[in-house]
């Protein structure tokens, strides 16, 4: 009779242990899925904004002006690389082209290339950097 009271708690603790084991899988499931979502809202906020795009592509028309060039090339896909969050879920290739659209007036620059859609990768205009239109 007290070997079978003695399995008997084995049997119940084992038991327990399967149920903790079961448990601890699903608590590692929901911390790995917790953290994964994290990552991808922290994408979202990491993703570059208008300012982003416009003081890098400030930065590159300046630096070409500095270097004495009178025209320089700039492709939406490589801005975007040197702003970051590009290629990736979280990029901002849209307001990236956008940005670059609004500096055409006063650059008088001109679209080398466009995809269809007008805001993909793509996208490339040549800035003049002499006799600049002022705002």
Same mark, same amino acid.
């Given at each position: 009779?007290n070997?079978e009271?003695?399995?008997? @708690?084995?049997?119940?603790?084992?038991?327990?242990?399967?149920?903790?084991?079961d448990?601890?899988?699903?608590?590692?499931?929901?911390l790995?899925?917790?953290?994964?979502?994290n990552?991808?809202?922290?994408?979202? =906020?990491?993703?570059?904004?208008?300012?982003?795009?416009?003081? @890098?592509? @400030?930065?590159?028309?300046?630096?070409?002006?500095?270097?004495?060039?009178? =025209?320089?090339?700039?492709?939406?896909?490589?801005?975007?690389?040197?702003?970051?969050? /590009?290629?990736?879920?979280?990029?901002? #290739?849209?307001?990236?082209?956008?940005?670059?659209? =609004?500096?055409?007036?006063? /650059?008088?620059?001109?679209?080398?290339?466009?995809?269809? =859609?007008? #805001?993909?990768?793509?996208?490339?205009?040549?800035?003049?950097l002499?006799?600049?239109?002022?705002?």
């Amino acid at each position: 009779m007290n070997e079978e009271k003695v399995m008997v @708690e084995i049997l119940l603790k084992m038991g327990r242990l399967e149920a903790t084991v079961d448990d601890l899988k699903i608590k590692v499931e929901e911390l790995e899925l917790s953290i994964e979502n994290n990552k991808n809202n922290q994408r979202v =906020s990491d993703a570059p904004n208008k300012e982003s795009f416009i003081t @890098e592509l @400030e930065n590159q028309l300046s630096l070409a002006r500095d270097e004495g060039k009178n =025209s320089v090339k700039i492709n939406a896909g490589e801005l975007h690389r040197a702003v970051g969050s /590009y290629p990736g879920p979280s990029h901002r #290739m849209p307001s990236c082209v956008s940005v670059m659209r =609004s500096f055409i007036d006063k /650059y008088n620059g001109k679209i080398i290339d466009s995809p269809e =859609s007008g #805001m993909g990768a793509r996208f490339t205009v040549e800035y003049l950097l002499e006799n600049i239109t002022e705002d």
